[in-house]
Nanobody
Framework: VQLQASGGGLVQAGGSLRLSCAAS????????MGWFRQAPGKEREFVGA????????YYGDSVKGRFTISRDNAKNTVYLQMSSLKPEDTAVYFCAAGRFTPFQAVSVRVRSFYNAWGQGTLVTVSS
């Protein structure tokens, strides 16, 4: 599977932004999808993940209640809706795909479980 992330940009604190990640191939629904982010000088951080069917999601503590992941398997696309953005949300956001099981709170955070990564899209939140 190949992934293409888009939707990043500059937004003021408190604002919203929606990222998209388009996937190639005809088996998109068999892939668990994750979002990670990496700020300058920091390690890549787990943001959230959604199961292949879309019926299960997990979020990182720093974004819980503000970010929502969804997917449209008919369009081979996963979304990250970001609200109440803060300057500390500034980072390059990456989408990733993995076929790991089980889809659990521990496994979704393991970067090596994801087989494919998008190129990243930059989100900048100004104060």
């Amino acid at each position: 599977v190949q992934l293409q992330a888009s939707g990043g940009g500059l937004v003021q604190a408190g604002g919203s932004l929606r990222l998209s990640c388009a996937a190639s191939g005809r088996t998109f629904s068999t892939w668990n999808m994750g979002w990670f982010r990496q700020a300058p000088g920091k390690e890549r951080e787990f943001v959230g993940a959604i199961s292949g069917s879309g019926d299960s999601t997990y979020y990182g503590d720093s974004v819980k209640g503000r970010f929502t992941i969804s997917r449209d398997n008919a369009k081979n696309t996963v979304y990250l809706q970001m609200s109440s953005l803060k300057p500390e949300d500034t980072a390059v956001y990456f989408c990733a795909a993995g076929r790991f099981t089980p889809f659990q709170a521990v496994s979704v955070r393991v970067r090596s479980f994801y087989n494919a990564w998008g190129q990243g899209t930059l989100v900048t939140v100004s104060s």
